[in-house]
């Protein structure tokens, strides 16, 4: 009877055991099937184009001292009249001839006699802006403003009426380099490429653009504009207008 217990106790414990055993078995064997992933490349370039300025922006102010804040205001306005003349006298528009500040501040010397700052007169400072002139007139127009009365000359900016062209061109050619670059790494892996996933544009110095309020590039002082009276020679040169961009493509 303890015999045949036994048996029948080893016997369902085997079974037991040869299903725990195929259970596992089967669980191992079960796995999800490998995503596909597409190989991509990204890849960087920039191209330039070489353009010389044509247009000019002026910046230039009137500087007048008197002993009373009326007289140098009065001063002060005549001078700017004069220069304003000036410059619709040579056909410049009204809307490209824009006074940028105009300030009043006293000015002080040190007595001591009684160990004190005192006023010792009134400046008034007028400073102006003439944009959309052309690079070739701009050095005697800048004589002609002297006669009349500017005293500061801040700074003469050189932009291109072409910049959006030829930034047009460089960004095309750096779009091609990209793809250059791109061909060249996909062939070494034995890849070539597919469709473009991704291009973005870098960043673009817009300074050189034709629009107002630009940035000075080049500065000219006003002994310089007024030396001899003879009109400064303004050499802009040669420009690079750059582009850039990022380009992610999908190889196949």
Avoid: H
Avoid at 48 to 76: H, M
């Amino acid at each position: 009877m303890k015999k045949t217990l036994l048996a029948t106790i080893f016997a369902v414990a085997a079974l037991l055991l040869v299903l725990c055993m195929a259970g596992c078995s089967t669980g191992s064997s079960a796995s999800a099937p490998a995503s596909d992933q597409t190989a991509e490349i990204t890849v960087s370039a920039s191209a330039s184009v070489s353009l010389v300025p044509d247009k000019a922006s002026v910046y230039f102010g009137v500087s007048t001292q008197e002993n009373s804040p009326e007289l140098a205001q009065k001063k002060n306005t005549e001078a700017v009249n004069r220069v304003t003349a000036v410059l619709t006298g040579r056909g410049i528009a009204e809307k490209s001839i824009r006074t940028t500040s105009y300030n009043m501040y006293p000015q002080y010397i040190w007595s001591d006699s009684s160990g004190e700052q005192r006023i010792n007169g009134y400046n008034v400072v007028t400073t102006m802006s003439v944009q959309d002139q052309d690079i070739e007139k701009v050095g005697e127009l800048l004589s002609a403003c002297v006669e009349a009365g500017i005293n500061q000359i801040d700074s003469v900016s050189f932009l291109c009426s072409g910049y959006d062209d030829a930034y047009r061109q460089a960004f095309i050619q750096a779009v091609e380099a990209a793809r250059s670059k791109a061909e060249a790494v996909a062939a070494a892996e034995g890849k070539k490429l597919a469709d473009v996933v991704s291009i973005s544009e870098g960043w673009q110095d817009t300074s050189l653009r034709y629009a107002k309020g630009a940035n000075s590039i080049a500065s000219i002082s006003v002994e310089e504009a007024a030396m001899d009276m003879a009109a400064p020679v303004l050499q802009p040169g040669e420009s690079e207008i750059s582009a850039s961009v990022t380009v992610t493509y999908r190889l196949k």
